[in-house]
């Protein structure tokens, strides 16, 4: 199994061991950053510094960050591919809930009263065909046009 991934997360706050000016140069140097980039991160919203790093890399970089001024937070980051949860359905279950219901007053014929399926109009025929009484399955049924 692969071992979990950090990331580095800065949100601008301080230590309070230096001013922003000095925090901002320190940060800039040990990221190799320009001054404009440098105070961007101060904005008050959370930036990625360093992600997919080994748990080991990530403490040193919270560390450097903290000596430099800097309060941030290691995070484990998750596979992008697997969901945070399974959804399963059962195999009977469908999704009739989801469904919406014939809107009032519409008229809505039985399927179960219409043969589809070519072995059930052929079973039709042949019951037909034979002259005997006519099944109770199939006494619903509408009689069938030979012109198909």
């Known amino acids: 199994m692969d071992q979990p991934k950090y990331r580095i997360v800065f949100d601008g706050a301080l230590t309070g061991e230096y001013d ?9 140097k040990l990221f190799r950053l320009d001054e404009k980039r440098a105070r961007a991160l101060f904005s008050g919203r959370e930036s990625v510094i360093k ?21 941030s ?5 998750f596979d992008s591919d697997t969901p945070e949860f ?3 359905r059962a195999d ?8 919406r219901q014939p809107r009032a007053g519409a008229i809505v014929p039985d399927r179960r009263l219409e043969l589809r399926r070519s072995y059930d109009i052929r079973q039709f025929r042949d019951v037909v065909n034979r002259g005997s009484s006519m099944p ?5 049924y509408a009689p069938l046009d030979d012109t198909q």
């Open 20 to 28: 922003q000016a000095t925090t901002c140069q320190k940060l800039a």
């Open 51 to 71: 992600a997919n790093l080994s748990k080991e890399m990530a403490m040193t970089y919270l560390i450097r960050m903290a000596e430099a001024g800097c309060e």
């Open 73 to 77: 937070c290691v995070e484990e980051m």
């Open 86 to 88: 399974e959804e399963k």
């Open 92 to 99: 009977f279950e469908r999704r009739q809930r989801y469904r």
């Open 136 to 140: 109770l399955p199939y006494q619903s």
